[in-house]
């Protein structure tokens, strides 16, 4: 079993940057992909982006050029450095370990942090 622990949301106004951190702990070693999800209220929980284990990222197109994930595996770290905010990013951010990027292929969920952009 591994656990997640997400940090770093907030709220900024449109424009503005925040960076995300979620840290793993208990069997790590079986941690291959890790990816970032979130979910708006009334919408259905989306991928944001994905890494595999050696770092490859995959990012869904309305961030794409805007988030970049990253991984720091000595310290079991994932993070999700954002630009450019706009309100339509506002949502609860989920860090997630995965087996495909998709929630289906979700093997571990964080307990979500609340990222609010005002225009």
């Known amino acids: 079993q591994v656990q997640l622990v997400e940090s770093g949301g907030g709220a900024v106004q449109a424009g503005g940057s925040l960076r995300l951190s979620c840290v793993a702990s208990?069997?790590?070693?079986?941690?291959?992909?890790m990816a970032w999800f979130r979910q708006a209220p009334g919408k259905e929980r989306e991928v944001v982006s994905c890494t595999y284990s050696d770092g490859t990222p995959h990012y869904r197109d309305t961030v794409k050029g805007r988030f970049t994930i990253s991984r720091d595996n000595a310290n079991n770290t994932v993070y999700l450095q954002m630009h450019s905010l706009k309100p339509d990013d506002a949502a609860i951010y989920y860090c997630?370990?995965?087996?495909?990027?998709?929630?289906?292929?979700?093997?571990?969920w964080g307990q979500g942090t609340q990222v609010t952009v005002s225009s």
């Open positions: 997630a370990t995965v087996d495909r990027c998709s929630v289906e292929g979700v093997d571990s």
């Open positions: 208990g069997h790590i070693f079986s941690i291959g992909r």
